[in-house]
Structure formats: C-alpha cells, structure tokens
C-alpha cells in the first residue's frame, strides 16, 4: 500500500501528513470496506441526477459511470488496489474513480458530503441485512411450525418453574416459539421499512447543498420511500440502526431460550428430545459425549446482540447534532450484529431440522405424577365445590401421595377421604384427559391447537 497525501481527499487544508497512530485509529476502511456496492450504487444514482440535472456535464457523468462499472468489476473479483491514504470505502471509490476518469471523477462530490453518503450507505446495506434475516427467520418458523404439525398428538408435562405443572401438547410448545419468530420476522421488516423511509443524500455535510439536486430522483433510484425532509437528522440520525439492532437483540433473546430448552431437552435427565450428529459436536476427552453445541451457542449469541445494541445506542447518545466521528463506530456494533445471525440463523434451522423428538420419553414423564392436579380440581369445582376448596383439598390429596411415593392416579381411597375426598369419583387422570380438558381459546385443547396452528401458517404465507 503507497502512502500518497496528493491524493487525501481532505489534504488541501493540511501541510503536514497524519500521524500512523492517528491514521490507524481513524481509518474506518477495515470495517466499511463491506459496503462497496451500497457506496458505488450511491454514487452511481448521485451522478445521474447531477448529470440529467446539468450540474456536471453529460462527458463527465458518462466518465463517471464508467469508471464506477470498472470499479464494481475490481471490487467483485478481490482486485481492486486499496492504497494507504483510503480512509474509507467512500474515499477509496473516489480515489480510484479519479485515477481512471481523471476531472470527471474529480466532480462526482459535487453536492454531496461523506456524512450523507455514509448515512446512505449503511442503511441500504442495514435494509438488504434486515430482509434476508426477516426471510431466514420466517424459514426457521416455518420449521418450527412443520415440527408442530407432526406433533398435535404428542403430549409432554408443560413446565412452570421448571417443575411439572400441566400436560401440553408438543405442538402448542413449539407454537409459542412460532409466535415469537413470527414477531421477530415483523420487527426485522419493520426495521428494513424504517431505513428505507427517508434517503440522507442531498442532506450534504449538514445544512443541504448549494446546487438544484433532485433528491427524489436518487431516493427513488436507491429504493428510498421519499428523501429525508430535514438535513440535520440525515446525517446525524441512526435510529434505523437501533430498530434492526432492537429487533436482532430480540431475536437473540427467543434463540437463546429455544437453545436453552434444547440443550435441557437433550440431556440424559429429560431425554426429549435428539439433536443431528450433524448439529453437535463430540468432546476430546470423553468417548461418550454429544454435545449440544449449536444450541448452547444459540443460547451464547444474544448476549453480543443485546451488546451491540446497547453499543451503537452508547455512541448515538449525547452526541451534538449534526455529524460526530463518533458516528463511525456506528458500523461496529451493526456489523457484527449482522454476522451473528448470519451464522446464527441457518445452524438453528438446521439444528431443529433435524432434531428428532421423543414421543415416548416426553408422554412417560407427562403421565403418573401430579400434572391432573388442576384437572381433579376442576372436576371438583364441575361438581359444585368452590375452587379454593377444592384446591385444598387436591393439595391435601397430593402431600398424601407424595409422602407414600406414587402419583395422583394411584391415589388410595384411605389417602382421598383423608383428604375430605370421600365419595368423589376421580375423572380420569391421564395427560390425555389433561389436554383435552382445556376448553379456552388459545390453549392446549386439540381443537384450538391446530386453529393457532392454521392462523401461524397464514401469518407465514408458507
Ligand atoms: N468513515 C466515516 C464514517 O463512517 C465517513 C464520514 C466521514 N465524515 C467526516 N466528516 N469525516 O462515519
């Protein structure tokens, strides 16, 4: 890399050169050289507005044009020459757009600044994240939901505490994971239309720009809603940034707790379910081991997710309008926020792609214990009995059974009137029984599971 201060883009201003400590703390280029298409596509619609609107001539805007094609054309086959003074993504387009167009290249920032260009950038790139990501979870949902599908039947104690609390059906289980992508997939689209509302070029450095621009004219070409209306707030704002880290860190959070019941599941002591050789790994030291990698990492990853949020919301507070260096760090946090679920997403796809569920170990521990508790109670309260009665007494009835070591359903007829249960006949007991006595919408009943299951395939159109 040559060291060439004629070609610093700010150089006039300065007689002496940066110094390397400087240079290196500035140099944003390792980390926004990524953006190389959103910055020449930028460029690319600013020099045809300047161009149809006769602020630089046609030559020029043809020269410019070119030079960008062989720019993009170096940049996608890992040619392109980065030299030392190339500070940015954007300063390097520019530089190397000089050297093959020479003048015209020199007019392509005619009306427009990094701090609009930049702010353009990153939110194209953030939009083109946001709706592969709104796309990757809507797949995992719709694994999760093809998993639900092939398990109305199957029934396993639903857990409160993580202590037995009550059977449910596999499907409403997996189903409240569905919900919960199906609202992450929203809050990413949401994130994707919130970067696309307003395009910042034209905002210039932070007051507009001295020329007749046509700003709805590269909005429109860069697949902006409208241009910003306030120039200030296209430079300095970044709150599209915070909307898709928002929804990303939350994402991390319904990932992190899927990966949790997963690596539970999978142990011995539940046996519920098993994970794909293909999605665990095996340990260097103890032959028997297959361990729950890909999930305990899903449980990992949201802590740099929340991290990066909180990180680029650190930056952005207290920062003085307009355009703060401070804004560059910016990139940082959504970046790696973006590479998280980009690893992230497809390994819990395939994870659960292939994990297979264990119907028998999930309806052996849903049976025997005291999951019916509720439901003996209910039928209590069916017969007339005021719930907080019957509630005492089921408790009653339970202490009893606990203390001489078997469950609710072999409850003897010594230990129930004990319990000031003389004479009721016990409904059935079974997790069966227990699922199917759910009447509310919204809950385990079969018939409510699968309309939830029906409204979830429509919510994601698969
Ligand atoms: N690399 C800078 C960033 O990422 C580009 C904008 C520089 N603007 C400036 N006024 N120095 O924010």
Redesign the pocket.
């Known amino acids: 890399m040559a060291g060439d201060d004629a070609v610093r883009l700010?150089g006039g201003r300065f007689a002496g050169s940066p110094d390397a400590a400087f240079q290196a703390l500035n140099n944003?280029l390792p980390?926004?050289r990524r953006m190389w298409r959103h910055d020449i596509a930028g460029s690319r619609a600013h020099a045809r507005m300047l161009t149809t609107g006769g602020i630089i001539p046609e030559a020029d805007g043809q020269a410019i044009a070119a030079g960008l094609d062989a720019i993009e054309a170096e940049m996608a086959a890992g040619a392109f020459a980065f030299v030392e003074s190339d500070?940015?993504?954007?300063?390097a387009v520019e530089r190397r757009l000089t050297e093959l167009a020479g003048d015209a290249g020199r007019r392509l920032h005619t009306g427009r600044?990094?701090?609009d260009?930049?702010a353009t950038d990153?939110l194209l790139y953030l939009a083109e994240a946001a709706e592969a990501h709104a796309a990757a979870v809507g797949e995992l949902a719709t694994v999760m939901l093809d998993a639900a599908d092939a398990h109305v039947e199957t029934l396993l104690p639903g857990y409160t505490h993580l202590q037995r609390a009550q059977p449910v059906r596999l499907a409403h289980h997996l189903g409240a994971y569905v919900w919960m992508l199906v609202r992450d997939r929203d809050r990413l689209r949401a994130a994707r239309t919130a970067a696309l509302a307003h395009c910042p070029l034209g905002s210039g450095?932070l007051s507009g720009v001295g020329f007749p621009i046509d700003r709805d004219a590269t909005a429109r070409e860069l697949g902006f809603a409208a241009a910003g209306p306030n120039s200030l707030d296209g430079v300095a704002g970044r709150d599209a940034l915070a909307d898709y880290l928002h929804a990303a860190a939350t994402l991390g959070v319904h990932l992190s707790r899927l990966g949790e019941e997963l690596v539970v599941w999978s142990s011995d002591e539940f046996g519920f379910v098993h994970l794909s050789d293909a999605f665990t790994s095996g340990s260097s030291m103890l032959p028997q081991k297959k361990n729950p990698d890909a999930a305990e990492l899903a449980r990992a990853k949201v802590s740099r997710l929340v991290a990066d949020y909180a990180g680029l919301q650190g930056v952005v507070a207290g920062l003085p309008l307009a355009?703060n260096?401070d804004?560059?760090e910016?990139?940082h946090f959504l970046f790696d926020a973006i590479d998280t679920l980009d690893l992230l997403l497809p390994a819990v796809t395939g994870m659960l792609r292939e994990a297979r569920f264990d119907a028998d170990a999930m309806s052996a521990a849903a049976e025997g214990g005291f999951l019916a508790a509720t439901d003996l109670a209910d039928h209590l309260v069916r017969l007339g009995w005021p719930f907080r009665r019957a509630h005492e007494a089921v408790g009653a009835l339970v202490r009893a059974c606990v203390d001489a070591g078997h469950g609710l359903d072999a409850s003897t007829s010594a230990q129930r009137e004990a319990a000031g249960l003389a004479g009721v006949d016990l409904p059935p007991l079974t997790a069966a029984a227990g699922v199917e006595a759910k009447l509310s919408a919204g809950g385990t009943g079969r018939r409510h599971v699968v309309a939830q299951l029906a409204a979830a395939r429509a919510a994601l159109g698969s």
């Open positions: 700010w944003s980390v926004d500070e940015d993504i954007h300063t600044s990094r701090n260009q930049v990153v450095a355009y260096k804004l560059q910016d990139k």
